[in-house]
């Protein structure tokens, strides 16, 4: 698979990295605010690709990456000279959890003959909420809201989730900002 770095979107940049992890046998999930511009075609930009790994014990990551050109920068970052615009990151895992939630199931897709995941859109805007509830990240709100007019939610189990991280205003407020 091949993809121009230097203006790739996160959804081609997802597929590129992840299918090339897959091949190395690196199962990985992509969550965080890539998501959300991959489900709201663009319309947000994200900045960078949060990658958890499904396998505590996996190894041969900094190899896989290098072999596509990523230099491992810091302890989770990597970055590639021709893709300014986008970086690529291992923020932790496993599990694959939002907050106290690791009863995740995320989304697959197929791509050149691999599967590859990422949050369901019910995850993502439920992974959006946690940082309005718990930072009173207001753009996490609308990056919620967005996916959400975009795609089917499973709206009893956001709210069930909301209300269990003690965010009953956060979750009328996504209601509310919905109806707009």
């Given at each position: 698979?091949?993809?121009?770095?230097?203006?790739?979107?996160?959804?081609?940049?997802?597929?590129?990295?992840?299918?090339?992890?897959?091949?190395?046998?690196?199962?990985?999930?992509?969550?965080?605010?890539?998501?959300?511009?991959?489900?709201?075609?663009?319309?947000?930009?994200?900045?960078?690709?949060?990658?958890?790994?499904?396998?505590?014990?996996?190894?041969?990551?900094?190899?896989a990456m290098?072999?596509?050109?990523?230099?491992?920068?810091?302890?989770?970052?990597?970055?590639?000279?021709?893709?300014?615009?986008?970086?690529?990151?291992?923020?932790?895992?496993?599990?694959?959890?939002?907050r106290e939630?690791?009863?995740?199931?995320?989304?697959?897709?197929?791509?050149?003959?691999?599967?590859?995941?990422?949050?369901?859109?019910?995850?993502?805007?439920?992974?959006?909420?946690?940082?309005?509830?718990?930072?009173?990240?207001?753009?996490?709100?609308?990056?919620?809201?967005?996916?959400?007019?975009?795609?089917?939610?499973?709206?009893?189990?956001?709210?069930?989730?909301?209300?269990?991280?003690?965010?009953?205003?956060?979750?009328?407020?996504?209601?509310?900002?919905?109806?707009?």
């Amino acid at each position: 698979m091949k993809i121009d770095l230097r203006n790739c979107s996160e959804l081609e940049l997802w597929h590129y990295v992840a299918v090339h992890l897959k091949k190395h046998d690196i199962d990985t999930v992509l969550v965080g605010g890539a998501v959300v511009s991959i489900y709201t075609n663009g319309a947000y930009k994200s900045g960078d690709l949060d990658f958890v790994k499904l396998d505590l014990f996996t190894t041969g990551l900094e190899k896989a990456m290098k072999e596509i050109g990523f230099e491992k920068k810091g302890t989770r970052h990597y970055i590639h000279k021709d893709c300014k615009h986008l970086f690529v990151e291992f923020p932790g895992g496993p599990p694959v959890g939002i907050r106290e939630d690791n009863s995740i199931t995320p989304d697959e897709v197929e791509v050149d003959g691999q599967i590859i995941k990422i949050y369901s859109p019910t995850d993502c805007v439920k992974d959006r909420l946690a940082s309005y509830i718990h930072f009173k990240a207001q753009e996490c709100l609308d990056q919620a809201v967005m996916v959400a007019k975009k795609h089917p939610v499973r709206f009893e189990e956001i709210k069930k989730w909301c209300l269990g991280e003690k965010g009953e205003s956060q979750w009328e407020d996504f209601i509310e900002k919905l109806k707009k």
